[in-house]
């Protein structure tokens, strides 16, 4: 069985920091491309970063510099590491995996205001 979990959400001011991590299982880590989608309400879920399993990395051009993508391998876990956020970056954050297949873990709430 496939899980991604999720952790690391939460509230914080503007310029403040968060370190998201999602944590898999059931899978070969190593050979799946991992990723972070954000959907705000009423919007559609959008590609923040994505890390491939070469260690590429792509971002979305609204957290570019501001944010930063990693996985450990050994540890099975991929990080979103935010910096400098901003109310719009306000949003349910979910871990994707591929690798012929997708799977999504069930998110976890980011929410950035004073």
């Known amino acids: 069985q496939v899980q991604l979990v999720e952790s690391g959400g939460g509230l914080v001011p503007p310029g403040g920091s968060l370190r998201l991590s999602c944590a898999a299982s059931g899978i070969i880590f190593s050979r799946y491309s991992m990723g972070w989608y954000r959907q705000a309400p009423g919007k559609q879920r959008d590609m923040v970063a994505r890390?491939?399993?070469?260690?590429?990395?792509n971002y979305a051009d609204s957290v570019k510099g501001r944010f930063t993508i990693s996985r450990d391998n050994a540890k099975n876990t991929v990080y979103l590491q935010m910096d400098s956020l901003k109310p719009e970056d306000t949003a349910v954050y979910y871990c994707n995996a591929e690798f012929n297949v997708r799977y999504w873990g069930q998110g976890t709430q980011v929410t950035v205001s004073s």
């Open positions: 890390i491939t399993s070469g260690g590429s990395t």
